[in-house]
């Protein structure tokens, strides 16, 4: 079985209410996500077959009965030839590199200073979603993690295998990265993917609604969608932030011109990985892609465990889009709102077919 088949195996065990409806495409089983508008319209539709609801803010989750049988793609495209927002819970997940190869995992690193703090002309507050946050000395005496530091620990070693799980410290990695671009920045996490890199559409848009005024997010994970077309849940979440706020969303690892989401939703700064002054190979690419930054061998700030000692280096568009996001964010603290930031930051550098603006990280 090849490696990627061993993986695949091993997350579906791990979470046994997903599958898989096409290559590259999880979905959870028999979970559909309803706009709140279009509520009473979709279950009138499906009444034959929804067995309960889950209501949210801007959201509900509606589950089908197992025994119907229903396809939850193809009632979504049912729904939507009606003008409904419809779709399943697609299963998203964070973008390090971590195929086969020199950067499959993180590296441990030596120790790296946090950049000084420049002069503050105004706060900027930058949402990260992603695995929570472990503490660092870069941030453990700020005032901005103690009042989180309790709701978004990471989970290191959930399977108690005694081991680091893939993706745990992914959070912590990408906080890092924004802060050696930004290092006066107020960081605001979310947990809306575990330990091993996973998490859905769901807890995302929930996350995502939940924010409140944050002037940057930061999203370093995503999925492809069963018809290749955004989610209609996922676009009103990011709707819902408003003009003022600034969202960056990494493009994937796939090496491929297929639209990632959210990256590749219009007003969302997709973020594809340089090696040099070359596309990594693992990054994807195409014309939804707005900018990209370095994002091979990336050092920041990790967790401590096992070899680990709170610095590693690690590959993966995840760990292009916050040096992006940090850039936006520190013309944030220089005076700067956050739409005329990310268009400062986008005119930056030359552009690239595929790649967008090559943003000059320093």
Known sequence: MSDRGARLERLLARHRDARLAAPGILLRRDQLLVADRDLPRVEELLRRWWDSREEGPGVTRLRLAPAAGVDVCEVSLLARAQGLAVGPNHLVRGQPMWWAGPADRPRPARALPLPACGPVRRDATVAVLDTGLDPHPWYDAADWFAGQRGLVAEALDADLDHALDAQAGHGTFVAGVVLQHAPSARLLARRVIGGDGV???LTLIRALRGLGRVDVV?????????DDRPSPLMEQAVASLGPDTVVVACAGNAASDRPFWPAALPGVIGVAALDGSERAWFSNHGPWVDACAPGVAVHSSFVRFGKFDGYALWSGTSFAAPAVAGAVAARVTAGSDGPAAAAAVLASGP????????IAIR
Do not use: Y
């Open 351 to 358: 552009a690239r077919h595929g790649l967008g603006t090559i």
């Open 218 to 226: 930061n999203v370093s994970l995503g999925c492809h969608t069963f």
């Open 199 to 201: 998490g859905d559409e």
